[in-house]
């Protein structure tokens, strides 16, 4: 369940036919794809952009994912990803999500992902001040 | 161009990371994805939905898909895709497309795809009338 | 590490360009199709074939999927997928995986997906005799 | 139809689940992922890697690219993917494509690619020496 004492961020969409499979639901790998997209969001909702981040010299790699698929959903429904910050240490931090029907309110897929700030060389490095200032809130 | 004696779809979507390639820009085929959401909401936005034209019986396949790359886009971007019905047959029609930045109107991208109404015996028949209503308007 | 005590199928295949994003390294979702076709040749090194099971009626549904990043792969590079059954259950299996670098060894990714064997319906059923033979082998 | 004056690079490989959609087929936008895979091999047979390429300070873009689908690919098909030079100039070259189901011969996609040479700076310019020395082999 998306928690109630911090920001959550909400980005809908529909479905793309690409993003289904021959069992003619969504593929488990899209979704991945889709919490990438409610983080991007989560962040221009804050009032910056991780493309600007990048811009700046660092990257927020990714070390770990994972996603339990509940109900499947099927092309063109409208889905809407919540996202949410799970934990925040100063180099790293991690993301929650929950992908819901937009309509019916129904939970599919959760699911979490971590991520390590590192400098374009690779270097591990403080997560950006404007993304560190989000802890808690 | 996008045609100014017919109707035209624009759909608005923000560049997901995934659909980025090493060159960081957008990869070209994440583009042929963009021109078949393009369609999706065309549909939707003349008060059809592809996925009830499927589960009627019928598919939409595509027999050809073309794109010109003019200029690259990036992560992030917020681009707009427009597209519109080129040519109508009984059994056939093409999509045209352009897809361009949100902000600024210059055009990155244009395309079309051909497609063929069939069964899903795969026989070959008349577009649903809902679709054909559409020739040129 | 890829268990001694039973079967491991090995599937070799070069990064495509396509499967990498704008930080010029593989997307980690991209990692989630490489264990699924991973387990697609595992099958098939076992002599059977996942296409044959669904033309069965049957569908192994992804139930939960989670990956570790370690380091990252690149455009061309030449990765082994290793792939094992972790555990078998009546009606649900859970596949294990390893990414490697062909040439050095040196492992990238790890990770797992559990599976719920379901017919086409809907309804949860037995595993496919020829898939629970595999159980601790 | 592949040439027969020329080099022509084949490459096979089976249809992964994710390249499929909810028509049980392959998306049509996998098979130009197919096409680019087909000419990273192309380079990697005649000796060179588009890796070490873009190391040097060049990029291969894309500037056009098309597909016809005669017939549709499904899960777990061996195809092969047969790329060729249509046209060599002094900054541009288009590769042509087949995709073939391997055990049949049957053709089922054909399709070509344009590409500009340019710096990573952005500037059009020549294509590297040996890739230039492939024109009309």
Do not use: N
């Not at 990714?62 to 910050?85: D, N």
């Amino acid at each position: 369940m998306a928690p109630q004492d911090r920001f959550v961020a909400e980005t809908a969409f529909h479905v793309r036919y690409a993003e289904t499979d021959a069992m003619a639901i969504v593929h488990h790998a899209s979704y991945i794809v889709y919490f990438e997209e409610g983080r991007s969001s989560y962040a221009r909702q804050r009032g910056s952009d991780y493309a600007r981040i990048e811009q700046s010299g660092l990257y927020l790699t990714v070390s770990e994912v994972g996603a339990r698929y509940l109900k499947p959903a099927r092309y063109s429904q409208q889905l809407v990803v919540r996202c949410w910050i799970e934990e925040m240490k100063s180099r790293a931090l991690t993301f929650g999500y929950e992908i819901a029907d937009q309509l019916t309110g129904e939970v599919l897929v959760t699911g979490f992902s971590k991520h390590i700030c590192i400098t374009h060389a690779g270097q591990v490095t403080k997560l950006p001040d404007e993304w560190r200032a989000w802890a808690g809130t």
